[in-house]
């Protein structure tokens, strides 16, 4: 079994982010899992904080990275870059640096978004290449699934309702858990 924790990097009930992460799940093969996680109740960064020892939040996030075989970064867009709260997430993740390797390291990573605007999430997952860079994974570029006027391929509900980007996902979904298999803890990871 293959297993990919996505991550939806928007704290709004109503999130097409959140949507889409949902929406991945049910797009899944078999042999593959997508498990989901949020960044609710991931406190500010603080050195302090941190001195005092990771939060309960972080580190349960941590570890559910850390035995994952893929990251999937389910990505909104603030003012054409990584929204604040979702940035703030990987940096505690990465804290303290000397688990960097462990939990980082070679770890297959994909990004896509939605966003109720015309160009998707386009600006957010370039912006996440350097933060990907830096913590040395191994980002998945075979495919890009970035989801514009969502409010169109969402319903009021959240499930989606659009055809195409259901088979664009589930593309998506199948070429990145192949990758994640093939390279991931129990792969050939680095």
């Known amino acids: ?5 996505g991550i939806s990097g928007s704290l709004r009930s109503g999130s097409y982010n959140t949507a889409l992460l949902n929406a991945a799940q049910k797009e ?4 593959v899992e997508i498990e989901a996680a949020s960044i609710k109740g991931i406190p500010l960064y603080d050195g302090d904080v941190e001195a005092e020892g ?25 003012n054409n870059s990584i929204p604040g709260p979702f940035k703030n997430a990987i940096d505690w993740i990465s ?8 939990i980082f390291h070679g770890l297959p990573v994909a990004v896509i ?18 933060v990907l860079r830096t913590l040395r994974t191994r980002p998945w570029f075979e495919g890009r699934l970035m989801v514009s006027r969502a409010n169109q391929v969402f319903d009021d509900n959240g499930e989606l309702v659009d055809d ?3 088979k664009r996902l589930r593309e998506f979904i199948e070429g990145f858990a192949r990758f ?9 990871r680095a």
């Not at 580190?59 to 990251?71: H, I, N, P, S, W």
């Not at 015309?118 to 997952?125: E, I, L, M, P, Y």
């Open 1 to 5: 079994m293959t297993t990919i924790l």
């Open 28 to 31: 899944t093969i078999p042999g």
């Open 54 to 78: 990771i939060p309960h939040e972080v580190a349960t996030l941590k570890e559910r990275v850390a035995q994952a075989d893929g990251l999937l970064l389910v990505t909104p867009e603030y």
């Open 95 to 102: 804290r303290p640096s000397s688990d960097v390797p462990r």
């Open 113 to 130: 978004g939605a966003s109720p605007g015309a160009f998707g999430t386009t600006s957010a997952q370039t912006a996440w290449l350097p």
């Open 164 to 166: 195409e980007i259901r």
């Open 180 to 188: 994640a298999a093939a390279f991931g803890r129990r792969g050939q």
